[in-house]
């Protein structure tokens, strides 16, 4: 079974710092691994995908990610915070092989504060 | 607008009643899935319909089913509802079966059960 653990159910950051979402994951395969963005009454937004091309992902509004193997890990960076990334961030797992049937498993999620 | 379609918005029935959300999928899409999302559980995946064929099933009670239609709309049916079946109900689409694409979500049914 493959997971992701989300580290920190809550991040607050000023404005202007960088932010750092934490996410590892367990797979007995190679994965394909994924950050989502929730704001307030509204559905999930893919911000970045990794799917074994380049282990740095750039995504929208200035995020990325970088996939360790060696760490088990896929997290979520943005060298400034705005108060509009306030949100809450999911990051989200997939076995990385083709066909189909291969559900996206959800972390619990971390909503980012960003303080002025 | 994501381009994926959830009606209704918002929701409120009593308990043991029954209750069909809706889904369109974004245009030329041809899976759907159903998510849940509670404070205590999470996203919780459902189901998977592609191109009118169930293709994955998830943490999905007995009392809730789904379908997808020739118009590739889908349809989620939660009877014999409980209280704690109050939750955010996601639908998401992709073009294909889903492996690496990213889905695409609507912006969700909210129940309450009451």
């Known amino acids: 079974a493959q997971s992701v653990t989300q580290l920190g159910s809550h991040v607050s950051v000023s404005e202007g710092a960088l932010v750092l979402l934490r996410c590892n994951y367990s797979?007995?395969?190679?994965?394909?691994l994924f950050w989502y963005v929730q704001y307030p009454n509204q559905g999930l937004q893919l911000l970045l995908k990794?799917?074994?091309?380049?282990?740095l992902v750039k995504g929208i509004n200035g995020f990325e990610a970088e996939f360790k193997k060696s760490e088990t890990s896929f997290h979520l960076t943005k060298p400034s915070a705005h108060m509009s990334d306030a949100a809450e961030y999911f990051c989200?797992?997939?076995?990385?092989?083709?066909?189909?049937?291969?559900?996206?498993?959800f972390g619990t999620g971390t909503q980012l504060k960003v303080e002025l | 607008d994501s381009g994926v379609t959830q009606t209704p918005k918002h929701l409120i029935t009593a308990t043991g009643q029954r209750v069909t959300l809706r889904c369109s999928p974004r245009?030329?899409?041809?899976?759907v899935y159903w998510y849940q999302q509670s404070l205590d559980q999470g996203l919780q995946f459902l189901i998977q319909?592609?191109?009118?064929?169930?293709?994955a099933k998830g943490n999905i009670l007995e009392r809730f089913s789904a379908q997808q239609f020739p118009d590739l709309h889908s349809e989620l049916n939660l009877s014999s509802l409980e209280l704690g079946d109050s939750a955010l109900y996601f639908c998401?689409?992709?073009?294909?079966?889903?492996?690496?694409?990213?889905?695409?979500f609507g912006s969700g049914t909210r129940l309450t059960v009451v």
């Open positions: 998401a689409s992709s073009a294909y079966l889903g492996t690496g694409e990213g889905y695409t």
């Open positions: 797979s007995s395969v190679p994965p394909y």
């Open positions: 990794y799917t074994s091309a380049a282990t």
């Open positions: 989200a797992i997939q076995r990385g092989v083709t066909g189909g049937g291969n559900k996206l498993t």
């Open positions: 245009s030329g899409d041809l899976s």
């Open positions: 319909y592609y191109n009118g064929e169930e293709r």
